[in-house]
DNA sequence: TCCCTCCTTGTTTTT
DNA sequence: CAAGGAGGGA
């Protein structure tokens, strides 16, 4: 960079100033002292993190090394890295840019000794945890049917949010969680951690704050050596994190937090709205700057989520503007049912599509996961591509696991959790009778559960056939192990895969994932290749592994609410926007006031992702676990103002009429008849209505205009014919019973009958 | 040891 | 309704 100064005088306007706003500009330039970036949806959070450590560093203020940037997500970090390294032109190794739980590995890799570990210490992932605390669990004769693993590991997971090791959890809460048993087993589980060797992701940051309190020389030289400190996403820190940002932060007190309190969505996993709303409190002297100039929605866009967003009391508060005039208003929607509504969200899309709008420009938010299978049906049915997002992620899929253990306890002789993984995986004879006798040696004599599998096999302990089978996976594993020291890791990955027949066994698997399974398996050697070696891969595999569903090609996304924080599409479908969904009523029952506002932020989220459109939908009436449940709409729905929105209802449906500011009971002023009825019996009319709504709905124009119009269309040059037998992506196998155009009815085998669009299946 | 059937239980998710 | 887990029977 030629931009030369001295080390606290930088220069009045450097080059990657230019284009920043007054206030984007100042949070660049204040660099010293406690700064909070109160930062507004769409309003350059981003620009401003990568330009201030582009700035830090380029007026020498520090060097590289000197600066910590953390972040939550890899994706987040990456983006850091990449930003920055572009303003500066430089490389960005060896900076401290990462997520909060990769930094804190990073340091505890460096002071293992220290805590009892060995540099090399495994990362639990969420399954390895859920089975040590179920095994944990039995031990203790816990009924783990009426107690599930998966509630303590919850329990156990929110102290570690709060930065409470077991001994610091205080008694009368440990009486009180989960009848006294919780805390018991958090100790059995740490004390298991410790002898497997391992972290959960938790102890990243309880170690790290383990480290700085019991060994004060090495907080000391960390505080020493980060001069300025950059943490995006401050609203989402938990206790934890709190801590650990303080205790590096003394001192200087250079620490700069980006966030969005109205953006604070992950309170349910311990995320502590309270460290942004209490900052000028915790760093005296703390400065805050407000980011109000969006750049990304259309006005009435931004009025609608701004008036939504003032329904809550526990804010900063802060007031979005934009130049931007003019624009669509916040379309409401009102829909017959679940059917109905993604049949209107479909259409839609189509529309726009026609007029020439890229689908990679449309998502479609929802609350829960579950509800992208509706349009997900649609989608297939209209045939129009989509991707939907988050998921299981790749490394958390089953298959990827199991392979992933293999590859643990090649590398790892000692790794138990690998072992379990694998013993039976596929299957080769050794049940649990077997598994309970190594496990019985290995716990006796204090051996790894390899180690016991091997003295077994030399005695006669296990019945032949477990012998044998147990004896040829050891021989296997220690083929494969010297393999690896002589043979490019890829070519040694595919032999294990293939020698263990695990991929034999999804071969043989005649269910509709198989082959998406194997595919996944080929994904994973590919990945393998891009590291230097197996164990260099390992180590990136529990952290730094996320699946890169890039957003390149032409596909519609379809993700839940929480998913799509920090994206911006053109279009956004808001659906479900029912009480009881969203908000969602567990969250109710469990939050009170404190939950709703969460929900109320979330839909503040899902607005504020929309650049041009935003498309809020609700129904009438909707399948909820197998039975029909008339629905009414969601309170936030009312609390849109008038002004920013328009809204449609198909005809017999009443026109919702949310918006009449009457406070009693939105029902009434959801569902009234549109011009006939007064307001004077709100309850009965709610309920006559609820009644009323019939299940079977007038014959949807769209569909009937689309079916004329497909048969016109020239008929496309497909192979199926009715009889075949065909292959669905998500419907599996079956018989194609008739042909229509590009459209195929088909009897799925597990799905039922279905049409769908022959560019969707194969022949199989 | 494995497979099938019955029963329960249904948010949000990164690392 | 649908998936996943547990327990019983072969």
Not at 135 to 147: F, H, M, S, V, W
Not at 392 to 408: S, T
Not at 410 to 437: C, H, M, Q, W, Y
Not at 552 to 563: F, I, P, R, S
């Amino acid at each position: 960079m030629d931009m030369s100064s001295h080390a606290g005088t930088p220069p009045a306007s450097p080059s990657y100033l230019c284009g920043l706003n007054e206030s984007q500009a100042d949070a660049v330039r204040t660099t010293e002292g406690p700064l909070l970036v109160l930062a507004g949806a769409g309003t350059g959070k981003t620009r401003v993190l990568t330009t201030r450590m582009a700035h830090i560093l380029a007026s020498g203020l520090a060097q590289p090394w000197q600066v910590l940037a953390v972040t939550f997500t890899n994706k987040a970090a990456r983006e850091m890295r990449e930003r920055v390294a572009a303003l500066l032109d430089r490389s960005v190794e060896s900076w401290w840019v990462g997520t909060f739980h990769a930094t804190g590995a990073r340091m505890l890799r460096g002071h293992a000794e220290l805590l009892g570990l060995k540099p090399a210490f495994g990362i639990l992932d969420t399954d390895d945890q859920l089975r040590v605390i179920k095994q944990l669990a039995e031990a203790r004769r816990i009924d783990t049917r009426k107690l599930p693993p998966r509630l303590f590991a919850s329990v156990i997971q929110r102290w570690k949010d709060r930065g409470l090791t077991p001994e610091r959890v205080t008694p009368a809460e440990g009486a009180d969680a989960v009848d006294g048993l919780a805390l018991p087993l958090y100790g059995d589980y740490q004390d298991r951690l410790r002898a497997l060797d391992a972290c959960d992701f938790g102890d990243l940051l309880l170690h790290a704050l383990a480290l700085f309190r019991d060994h004060p020389e090495v907080a000391e030289r960390y505080r020493q050596q980060f001069h300025y400190i950059l943490v995006d996403e401050y609203q989402d820190t938990n206790v934890a994190q709190y801590l650990w940002l303080r205790t590096l932060a003394q001192g200087h007190h250079n620490v700069c937090c980006v966030g969005d309190d109205d953006q604070s969505i992950y309170s349910w996993r311990g995320a502590e709205i309270g460290n942004i709303l209490r900052f000028e409190r915790d760093f005296p002297g703390a400065r805050i700057i407000r980011l109000e100039c969006n750049y990304r929605s259309t006005s009435h866009i931004l009025a609608a989520a701004s008036e939504l967003i003032a329904h809550n009391r526990g804010r900063l508060g802060k007031t979005l503007w934009t130049t931007a005039a003019g624009g669509d208003k916040v379309a409401v929607r009102a829909t017959w049912d679940g059917e109905d509504e993604a049949r209107v969200v479909g259409s839609e899309i189509e529309a726009l599509q026609v007029q020439g709008h890229p689908l990679r420009q449309m998502a479609v938010l929802v609350r829960a996961g579950f509800q992208t299978r509706e349009f997900e049906e649609r989608l297939i049915t209209i045939g129009i591509p989509y991707r939907v997002i988050g998921g299981a992620r790749f490394y958390e899929r089953q298959e990827i696991r199991d392979a992933v253990a293999y590859f643990r306890i090649v590398v790892r002789p000692d790794d138990d959790l690998a072992f379990e993984r694998i013993v039976n995986t596929p299957k080769r004879g050794l049940g649990l009778a077997s598994l309970r006798s190594i496990h019985q040696l290995a716990r006796g004599a204090n051996l790894p559960l390899s180690a016991a599998a091997a003295r077994l096999v030399a005695s006669d302990e296990l019945k032949t056939q477990a012998r044998t089978a147990l004896a040829r996976l050891l021989a296997d594993i220690a083929r494969w192990r010297d393999m690896l020291a002589r043979t490019a890791h890829p070519a040694v990955a595919r032999a294990i895969l293939d020698e263990s027949g695990y991929t034999g066994m999804w071969q043989a698997d005649r269910s509709p994932e198989a082959a998406g399974r194997l595919e996944n398996l080929k994904e994973l050697v590919v990945a393998l290749a891009e590291f230097e070696s197996l164990p260099g891969f390992l180590e990136h595999v529990s952290l730094v592994m996320d699946n890169d569903e890039a957003a390149g090609d032409e596909k519609v996304a379809l993700m839940t609410l929480h998913a799509a924080k920090g994206l911006e599409f053109d279009t956004v479908f808001l659906p479900g926007w029912e009480e009881g969904i969203f908000p969602n009523q567990r969250a109710l029952d469990e939050g009170g006031t404190a939950a709703l506002e969460e929900e109320r932020r979330l839909a503040y989220v899902g607005l504020t992702r929309a650049r041009r459109r935003a498309i809020v939908s609700y129904a009438a009436s909707r399948m909820v676990f197998g039975t029909w449940q008339n629905t009414l709409p969601s309170r936030f729905v009312k609390e849109l103002p008038a002004a920013n929105v328009e809204q449609s209802a198909p005809t017999g449906l009443f026109a919702a009429r949310p918006f009449r500011g009457a406070s009693d009971g939105f029902a009434r002023d959801g569902f009234q008849p549109d011009a006939s009825a007064s307001s004077a019996e709100p309850v009965r009319l709610a309920a006559e209505a609820g009644g009323r709504w019939p299940q079977r709905r007038p014959a949807p124009p769209t569909i009937d205009g689309r079916a004329e119009r497909t048969t016109t269309r020239p008929q496309p040059a497909h192979p199926f014919t009715v009889g075949q037998r065909v292959f669905h992506q998500k419907f599996g196998y079956g018989q194609v019973r008739t042909v229509d155009g590009d459209r195929l009815e088909i009897d799925f085998e597990k799905a039922g009958a279905k049409t769908v669009i022959h560019s969707f299946v194969a022949a199989a």
